[in-house]
Nanobody, 119 residues
Framework: QVQLLESGGGLVEPGGSLRLSCASSGIRFSPNTMAWFRQAPGKQRELVADMSADGSTNYADSVKGRFTISGDIAKKSVYLQMNSLKPDDTAVYYC?????????????WGQGTRVTVSS
């Protein structure tokens, strides 16, 4: 059974920081990409940041300069360091793993971890 397990969410004041972690189990073949998405109340799920197996990263404009994605694709783990948090960052954050090609194709999602930015 495949699992992506997020942790690190919580309540933080504006300007504060949080570090999200995503650990996986049950995935046999390493993903091509791991990413963080988020979904705020009443809004669609959106990409926050992703990281490819070659180490390249990509960020949503709204988080550039504040968030940093890191991790080890081969170990199927990814982190999201979030600094200078704003109330607009309030959302449920989801870990995502994707693989295309070779012996396996998949899209896996975690259950999400809630981040609330409020004073």
């Amino acid at each position: 059974q495949v699992q992506l397990l997020e942790s690190g969410g919580g309540l933080v004041e504006p300007g504060g920081s949080l570090r999200l972690s995503c650990a996986s189990s049950g995935i046999r073949f390493s993903p091509n990409t791991m990413a963080w998405f988020r979904q705020a109340p009443g809004k669609q799920r959106e990409l926050v940041a992703d990281m490819s197996a070659d180490g390249s990263t990509n960020y949503a404009d709204s988080v550039k300069g504040r968030f940093t994605i890191s991790g080890d694709i081969a170990k199927k783990s990814v982190y999201l360091q979030m600094n200078s948090l704003k109330p607009d960052d309030t959302a449920v954050y989801y870990c995502y793993a994707k693989r295309r090609g070779g012996l396996s194709n998949y899209d896996y999602w975690g259950q999400g971890t809630r981040v609330t930015v409020s004073s």
